[in-house]
């Protein structure tokens, strides 16, 4: 049995730099750009600094001088991805940055597309999937 918060294909786009792709096993779609991720890190350390800010995950970080002016904050790239078992995928950012494993279940419940965004905030997740294939494009 398939759960909507399975994915039917995933595709992460390294090489143009546009961000992740999913296709649900419900037929739904969802594109999440590289800084919406970036910024809904799951990471137990990217979390915290979340919720003392009071942001779900997603939204940017508070606007400070480098924040304002884009030129100095450059978009985040993923440099890798890799499947995490069955339930999910791990980018590598061109910060350095590798600790957050997004999870199917969370990444569905986060979907910033129009017809998600006026669901309730994501709930406690745990990790559950079906095998899904993930293809990368590769870096140059």
Do not use: N
């Not at 978009?75 to 494993?101: C, F, N, Q």
């Not at 406690?124 to 079906?130: K, L, N, Q, R």
Request: glycine share 8%; proline share 11%; aromatic share 6%.
């Amino acid at each position: 049995m398939h759960r909507s918060s399975d994915p039917k294909s995933v595709r992460v786009q390294l090489t143009a730099g546009s961000g992740l792709e999913i296709e649900w096993m419900d037929g739904h779609r969802s594109h999440y750009t590289f800084r919406f991720l970036r910024d809904a890190c799951p990471c137990a350390e990217c979390s915290t600094q979340r919720c003392r800010e009071h942001r779900q995950p997603g939204d940017p970080q508070r606007l400070t001088l480098e924040r304002m002016l884009p030129r100095l904050r450059p978009l985040p790239k993923a440099v890798k991805a890799e499947p995490m078992g069955r339930y999910g995928i791990r980018l590598g950012w061109d910060d350095g940055h590798s600790h957050g494993t997004y999870l199917w279940e969370f990444l569905r419940d986060v979907c910033p597309c129009p017809s998600c965004a006026g669901k309730s905030p994501p709930s406690a997740v745990t990790p559950v999937g079906v095998g899904t294939p993930v293809t990368t494009d590769p870096v140059q």
